[in-house]
């Protein structure tokens, strides 16, 4: 499964949804504010960071920046895809 991550806040109650239903092995892919939880997401398997919108990454070390090109081909390989983003900000 792939999960679109773009929530701000790995506090927050869709942060808390989101990691209910990952599992390891699924790919994330990080953007708009995702950006900023990019860094202290507990990955279980690939992340990336699309493109070069949203704010920038306090620790990108080990993850790869993706066009949406990537992102388009990343979907049609794993299938299901999940979209988080928070409503509460």
């Known amino acids: 499964m792939l999960h679109l991550i773009g929530f701000d806040n790995l506090e927050s109650d869709t942060a808390r949804d989101c990691l209910a239903i990952y599992e390891g092995g699924d790919v994330c892919v990080f953007l708009d504010q995702g950006h900023l939880v990019a860094a202290h997401f507990p990955l279980r398997g690939p992340g990336y ?18 066009d949406y090109d990537r992102l388009v081909a990343l979907i049609a390989e794993q299938g299901p895809v999940t979209g988080w983003y928070d409503t509460e900000t």
């Open 49 to 66: 960071l699309l493109g070069d919108n949203g704010p920038p990454v306090t620790n990108p070390a080990d993850l790869e920046t993706i």
